[in-house]
Structures are given as structure tokens and as C-alpha cells.
């Protein structure tokens, strides 16, 4: 597996994850001594570890990881789509500034299955823990996260959306796109969408969703012209093959729960925080 960077983002990734639960499993008021001591740290260290990669306090980032947080985002922080304050699909609301350009599959390509088509795919650390990362000479077409699941069901996961397609292990090819999507570089990052045409609008819409901020699925279904499709609408956004670069994790249901999450709800809740965490920082 391919390290992205010297700090250990992965490792940072699991530490927080065994944070979640023992928030969940304890009281969100546990204190950092109390949660430093379940990660077998030092409350110094714990600290450390957290404001490296967050840039906040763990207390702070402790409140961000709680289930209400979803809530206070959809107060706080709700975005309407059609005036979303990221320029285009991309510019200064994105995360690390990314600038994502992109390209979609036609719907005649699409209906093959990958038939014809050439897939890259490697290991890679990220700060979410071990991603497995897809792309064709066009740009990125998949990302999934395994902390949640085997390495085996995420590669049988991606690979069964484009069965047809000829799979080649070479993540040297994949490297600098993904050092750029994990804010490790400033190239920009093509991204190539297999899906059929309803799917495609409903990720560049999630897309517009700048971080730090979040939309509802139905606020979704409005904006590409389907308001009465908020159930299908939810199956796009969980079909969404590029974890993370097409927030699908940025929408939630309008009474304030998360919704669902392919790579699970912890991964959800975790990269909600860690956008969160950011935006303050």
C-alpha cells in the first residue's frame, strides 16, 4: 500500500475511529483524559495526534463526532444548490481548493459495462484509513474505503459496477492524482463518471456542496428538476463510486440524520467531522 505522506494519516484515521466508539458507547461529555486513556495515550499525545491532523483540539473534534452533529450542520451550515458559494464544481469552498475537472461516461459506453475500457487500480493511504483507488487514462473513477469492510469486498464492490472492464494493478499511475485529492499536491484531479445520466446529475450536483457544509437529498432531488424523486435520488447518491471527491457523504436527510453511507456511517460521520474540524481550523 502506498503512503501519501510522512505523517501517518492512516494511523490517525484508526485512533479516531476507536474515539467514535467510545463516545457512542460511553457519554459525548467523556473527558480527554478518560478518552486519551482508552486509546492507550498520553492526554499530551492524544492532543498532539488530533490537532496534526485536524488542526483542532480533540475536545472540539469530540463534538463534531457526536450524532448530533449532523443536525447542527443542517442549522448551520445547509447549503442551497443553487447558490452554492463554490465556483462552477470547483474553487475556494473545496476542500484544499481542489479544482476537479471532469468528464462523463456516454450512456451507449455506460450500458457495456466497461467493455473495452482499461481500469488502474492501487492501495493507498488516506486520511479516512487504507482507500482503494480506480481510474482510466481520463481520471479517477473510483474510491471506496475499507475500514468499514475487507479489502476483498471493496475491490469485488468496484468492480462489479464496470464488470466487462480489464483490470490492471499500477498504482504508480494513480499517485499523483490521488496525492492531489488527499491535499498532498496542487495538481488538479480529472475525474472520469461511469454511471447512467440520472446518477451523473446527481453527482455533479454533490459536487457544488462546498466543505464544511452539507445539503438534504431532497434539496438534491430539487435542484436537478426531479423535487418527487427523493428516494431515487438517495439511490444515486449511494451508488456514487468516488467516495470523498463527490461528497456524497455531504448529504442527509432533511430531518437531520445522516441518511446511509456505502462505506459505512462511522466513515461518514468521521470525514463530516474531520471537513468540519478543517473549515474552523
Known amino acids: 500500500m502506498q503512503t501519501l505522506t510522512e505523517d501517518t494519516h492512516g494511523y490517525h484515521f484508526h485512533v479516531m475511529r476507536r474515539a467514535l466508539d467510545v463516545i457512542d458507547s460511553n457519554d459525548p461529555s467523556v473527558t480527554l483524559e478518560e478518552l486519551a486513556a482508552q486509546m492507550n495515550m498520553s492526554p499530551a499525545h492524544f492532543q498532539r495526534v488530533f490537532s496534526r491532523w485536524v488542526g ?4 472540539r473534534y469530540q463534538q463534531y463526532l457526536t450524532l448530533g452533529h449532523a443536525k447542527a450542520l443542517l442549522s448551520e451550515r445547509f447549503t442551497t444548490l443553487e447558490t452554492a458559494h463554490a465556483a462552477g464544481l470547483s474553487g475556494g469552498g473545496r476542500l484544499h481548493d481542489l479544482f476537479l475537472r471532469w468528464e462523463a461516461m456516454s450512456p451507449g459506453d455506460f450500458a457495456r459495462k466497461g467493455d473495452g475500457l482499461t ?7 488516506s486520511p479516512f484509513g487504507p482507500a482503494l483507488v480506480m481510474g482510466t487514462e481520463k481520471g479517477l473513477c473510483g474510491i471506496g474505503f475499507t475500514s468499514e469492510c475487507s479489502e476483498e469486498e471493496a475491490m469485488l464492490d468496484l468492480r462489479s459496477r464496470w464488470p466487462n472492464a480489464t483490470y490492471l494493478e499500477a498504482p504508480d499511475r494513480l499517485a499523483p492524482w490521488v496525492k492531489s485529492a488527499f491535499g498532498q499536491a496542487e495538481e488538479d484531479v480529472p475525474l472520469f463518471m461511469i454511471g447512467a445520466p440520472f446518477q ?18 431532497s434539496e438534491i432531488a430539487e435542484f436537478i428538476g426531479h423535487p418527487k424523486a427523493v428516494r431515487a435520488v438517495g439511490t444515486a447518491v449511494g451508488r456514487n463510486p468516488i467516495s470523498y471527491l463527490i461528497p456524497c457523504h455531504r448529504a442527509l436527510r432533511k430531518s437531520g440524520g445522516l441518511g446511509g ?19 474552523e481550523a
Do not use: N, Q
Request: charged content about 20%; glycine content about 6%.
Open 261 to 279: 453511507y456505502h462505506w459505512g456511517l462511522p466513515v461518514k460521520r468521521s470525514i463530516l467531522a474531520w471537513e468540519s474540524a478543517r473549515a
Open 200 to 217: 451523473i446529475k446527481v453527482w455533479e450536483a454533490l459536487m457544488r456542496i462546498p466543505s464544511g457544509h452539507v445539503t438534504t437529498y
Open 119 to 125: 481500469i488502474f487500480w492501487g492501495w493507498f493511504e
Open 56 to 59: 483542532v483540539s480533540p475536545k
